[in-house]
């Protein structure tokens, strides 16, 4: 249990190896107080495979909701895989979950423009740019609206 310190015994260091229970930590404050400023966030989270014929996982999406929005963390095909359209129905797949969830929209990041156009084609639009993020590609913030 982490139990806070009067005022005058507080400390600021940069930890390179921070403990899992003390980010937690930070995060159910963050998490709590917004919880009460906007109501529940009714948090959950979801994952869409690709396996192969033995069960084993070739590719997929991570996805958190949170207030009735989709967050898609991860999206990945090996590139032997790539060019098939395995991408977009695994996106397919992944926005009628977010719907049987009651998700109003769905938002990710992208880094380039080869994955942006990906997502455009799949009606996403570009709500963000931070151009030269790394290696001379943009990174995009988009989002889909949904229902």
């Known amino acids: 249990m982490i139990v806070p310190s009067p005022p005058d015994a507080l400390s600021i260091r940069v930890e390179q190896e921070p403990n899992a229970n003390e980010v937690a930590y930070i995060e159910r404050g963050l998490y709590g107080f917004e919880e009460g400023r906007l109501g529940s966030p009714e ?10 014929s033995a069960g084993h996982v070739q590719g ?3 996805g958190h909701v949170m207030w009735h929005r989709l967050f898609i963390k991860t999206l990945w095909l090996p590139e032997t ?7 977009t129905r695994l996106m397919a797949a992944t926005e009628a979950e977010a719907l049987a969830r009651g998700c109003l929209g769905m938002w990710l990041t992208a880094l380039g423009d080869h994955p942006r ?6 009606g996403f639009v570009t709500i963000g740019e931070l151009r030269d993020y790394v ?7 988009l989002e889909k609206r949904l229902g």
């Open 43 to 52: 948090h959950s989270h979801f994952a869409v495979f690709l396996r192969d």
């Open 60 to 62: 997929g999406v991570d």
């Open 81 to 87: 895989l790539r060019g098939r359209g395995l991408g």
């Open 117 to 122: 156009h990906f997502y455009l084609r799949l």
């Open 135 to 141: 290696g001379g590609q943009s990174l995009y913030t």
